[in-house]
Antibody
Framework: EEQLVESGGGLVQPGRSLRLSCTAS????????LNWVRQAPGKGLEWIGF??????????EYAPSVRDRFTISRDDSNGIAYLQMNSLKTEDTAVYYC?????????????????WGHGTTVTVSS | DIQMTQSPSSLSASIGDRVTITCRAS??????LNWYQHKPGTAPKLLVF???NLQSGVPSRFSGSGSGTDFTLTIHSLQPEDVGTYYC?????????FGGGTKVGIK
């Protein structure tokens, strides 16, 4: 079964850093781009960024709300993606999900997030 | 950034009812629209990709339609296990954006 499992969440003070991990099983993580998505308490889903495959130089894209503070990286040999979060703010409190980026050809290429983890909770509070 | 607006924000319907959720994009996105189902404490689940293509394993009572700026997710016969929150998401341009969600319950 293809799975993603997030880990590394916890309670952290504002201004501090935290690194989340996303571990894949049942498929080769190196074949896919990977997204990070979060859900703040009582709110909807928010895309925060993704990392392309090494075939596309593992380049990254980020939402404006986290650009310059968050960094996504990947270790394909160990089947793990990371989300490094620096200068954390109380508004970063959320459940963080990683999600695999799948692509289909239906006249054109289309993308969607087809495999998700169950999430890890990050609480930023003093 | 492309804004995605869903309506309604919540609804309650009876078992067997037809349920329709709409999603509007702030600019044309072609067919680059996906639908997800999310239940508390679980991983979100992809239902429909590219506006109208049912993801493998998703029951046929779900369907998606639309193009450009206006899209619809229909549950043709609501079942108890369909309770949850439904999100649309555009994959046309970065930053990727989700709608605000529609919470579906049973009357």
């Amino acid at each position: 079964e293809e799975q993603l499992v997030e880990s590394g969440g916890g309670l952290v003070q504002p201004g501090r850093s935290l690194r989340l991990s996303c571990t894949a099983s049942g498929f080769s993580i190196g074949d896919y781009a990977l997204n990070w998505v979060r859900q703040a308490p009582g709110k909807g889903l928010e895309w925060i960024g993704f990392i392309r495959t090494k075939g596309y130089s593992a380049t990254t894209e980020y939402a404006p709300s986290v650009r310059d503070r968050f960094t996504i990286s990947r270790d394909d040999s160990n089947g793990i993606a990371y989300l490094q979060m620096n200068s954390l703010k109380t508004e970063d409190t959320a459940v963080y999900y990683c999600a695999r980026d799948a692509e289909w050809f239906v006249r054109f290429y289309y993308k969607a997030m087809d495999v998700w983890g169950h999430g890890t909770t990050v609480t930023v509070s003093s | 950034d492309i804004q995605m607006t869903q309506s309604p924000s919540s609804l309650s319907a009876s078992i067997g009812d037809r349920v329709t959720i709409t999603c509007r994009a702030s600019q044309s996105i072609g067919y680059s629209l996906n639908w997800y189902q999310h239940k508390p404490g679980t991983a979100p689940k992809l239902l429909v990709f590219a506006a109208s293509n049912l993801q493998s394993g998703v029951p046929s009572r779900f369907s998606g339609s639309g193009s450009g700026t206006d899209f619809t997710l229909t549950i043709h016969s609501l079942q108890p296990e369909d309770v949850g929150t439904y999100y649309c998401q555009q994959s046309y341009s970065i930053p990727l954006t989700f709608g605000g969600g529609t919470k579906v319950g049973i009357k």
